[in-house]
């Protein structure tokens, strides 16, 4: 008998009816000597230390790190789950050979793998369904190309190493800072200190942003300009820090004449957009709509299983050529929605570039397109979604937009001034997207009347004051682009293809990592904005490893499981740097004291503190680093050894009283002393209750 394990029971559903079997029994479906059988997504997980020994269960320093030699598994403790697992075990034990049919993937594979495992089934024949689509054809096609079970041997490795290292990592830490800090600030019932490998660096990112805001103080700037013939000319040098320097010039063109000196006419061409990954769709959809990333990941799905996109789960803008000729087939199926978007197409020739079609950007998944299968009772949601990924794809084999890009020079008693003006020429795909793109070109652009070489004439100089804008708060947009490039605010499209190896996350797990933050209060939102929350800001103050913090860092682990999932990086090496890490981590904070003969390290530097007569001050003030700390907060005046702790551990572990209210003293990450609310386990919205100290 051959078993078929679905990830969940729609999947299963939809490959029992393509299969023609129709003999519905109590967790599965069988016929044709065969039995398809589903999990509910994860059925398996790590055990808890206090699985391994019961005197784990009592959180204390004495026992970490706990690192097992070998890792156990367990079934998740939801409802249902021992019945349905009972169900593929007795299926598992009876087969002749056992289908892989959960989602093609890094999780998908380890869903699958972990259920075998805990039934004792990995020497049984396996096989390898894999699925880019739901639709009645693709599951048919997939199944005559059934893979070898282990040739995904490497995924599956992959997928293990990052469950465990954040197992190790996570538990470890989260205990760790739980039980040394679990108490800070004096309060009643002990704080969970939650860590991950991967939400803690993404909360210092947001922490670290909000910092800058905070400590950004706007500089005032002039700007000369003037306006001919209804058009605004900007002086071509730098803007002025100061206004007398830009007076001086005012002064010199007022009651001169303008001349112009150069017009210079460039044909630009805008590229169509490339096809959707799921962090560029969830970006898009934030962007225009304000849905969170968790809800435009849930309607992407559901539009899968709906059999109306493709996999939602993949990093890849480009299509397989083997793609390439069911491509007209779902345009022609999309006129019904679309006709006169698509009827500017020639179907029997579109132009398939190395931008759309690419076999070599393309590893477990294509790009998120329609399958062309016509929508129906989708609900807002869905609806907005399934938009943007239609016309994304219609968009990709339209023309380029051809724009003339107008460059005109000017000057007026020796001072140079310049315009810049845009004609488009042929709207090209940018048709599909007139709304954006008309907010974006009233904004940007002028229009430009017809200039003459060595023409002149009156104008009317001004000057402008303005100031510098601060940094802008994440939205979940700037955040999935900043995840995706480890930190690095990339907005070019092939320096972000060149960061993606070394991203946070992945774009399945990107969503659920914003949704942790936000539920252990962390962090908050604020209309569009994704803000740091006390809480938030008092546990990056706490956590004294820079790794552990560090985008780069987790970046780099993100590669090198890419490497394992590519047999190039052996899983045993990985899995021996994590848990020296986490060895070191726990070494070092425990041994961690109050050097009484120094006064710490500068926050924005590095470099050695020194006092000074007043104040406290960086030794690199030569080299112009400019932190100062005053040895006083809100009218509170901080001791000699407040301000050594503040500067070598970052956080007062006793509250000060600021205006009758008890507060926590932190040095924040751009070297500013802040106060914050006290950290109470009644702020976390949600703790987790196994295990608790």
Known sequence: MKVVIAEKPSVARDIAEVLDIKSKKKGYIEGRGCAITWAFGHLVTLQEPGEYDPALKRWSLETLPFVPETFKLTLIKNRGVDEQFKVIETLCQQADEIICATDAGREGELIFRYILALCNCEDKPIRRLWLNSLTP?????????????HDYDALYAAARCRSESDWIVGLNATRYYTVRHGRIGGSGDRVLWSIGRVQTPVLAMIVERDDAILQF???????????????????????????????????????????????????????PPQLFDLTTLQREINKLHGLSAADTLAATQNLYEKKFVTYPRTDSRYLSKDLQPRIPQIL?????????????????????????IDDTKVSDHHAIIPTGVAPRGLSAHEQLVYEAITTQFIAAFYPVCLKNITT?????????????????????????????????????????????????GPHEPSLREGKTSPPKHF?????????????????????????????????????????????????????????????????????RDPLLKSPEM???????????????????????????????????????????????????????????????????????????????????????????????????????????????????????????????????KKVEKTDRP
């Open 332 to 356: 022609s199926q999309l006129k019904t929605l679309r006709p006169e978007e698509i009827a500017v197409l020639n179907l029997a020739k579109l132009p398939f570039s190395k931008r759309i």
């Open 137 to 149: 054809d693709a599951i048919q096609e997939a199944f005559k190309d059934l893979k070898d079970g």
């Open 475 to 543: 939205t979940e947009n700037s955040l999935l682009g900043a995840m995706e490039a480890a930190g690095k605010l990339v907005e070019d499209d092939s320096l972000r293809e060149a960061l993606k190896e070394r991203g946070i996350g992945t774009p399945a797990t990107r969503a659920a990592i914003i949704e942790t933050l936000l539920s252990r209060n962390y962090i908050q939102r604020d209309k569009k904005q994704l803000r740091c929350t006390d809480m938030g800001r008092c546990l990056i103050a706490l956590i």
């Open 217 to 271: 103080r706007p500089q005032l700037f002039w700007e000369l300009t003037t306006r001919y013939r209804e058009v605004v000319f900007k002086y071509t040098g730098k803007r002025f820090e100061k206004p007398e320097k830009a007076q001086v010039l005012l002064e010199k063109i007022t009651d001169q004449p303008f001349a112009i000196t150069g017009i210079v006419a460039k044909e630009k061409k805008e590229q």
């Open 408 to 456: 005109v020079n000017g000057v007026s008693n020796g001072v140079p001034f310049e315009a810049k003006g845009t004609q488009v020429v042929e709207p090209g795909w940018t048709a599909l997207f007139a709304n954006k793109k008309q907010a974006q070109d009233a904004a940007e652009e002028q229009t430009l009347p017809v200039f003459t070489h060595d023409e002149t």
């Open 554 to 684: 987790t970046g780099e682990w993100e590669e090198k499981l890419k490497q394992i999932e590519r047999s190039q990086l052996d899983p045993g090496e990985f899995m021996g740097g994590i848990s020296g890490y986490i060895r070191t981590l726990i070494k070092n904070g425990t041994a961690e004291r109050l050097d009484p003969g120094r006064w710490g390290s500068c926050p924005l530097c590095g470099k050695e503190v020194v006092k000074g007569k007043r104040a406290y001050g960086c030794s690199g003030w030569k080299d112009g680093c400019e932190f100062v700390l005053e040895p006083e907060c809100k009218g509170i005046a901080l001791t000699a050894k407040q301000i050594q702790v503040l500067l070598q551990q970052r956080i007062l572990p006793q509250p000060v009283r600021i205006e009758d209210e008890p507060r926590m003293l932190i040095l924040s990450t751009q070297g500013m002393v802040m106060d914050l609310g006290l950290p109470a386990a009644e702020r976390q």
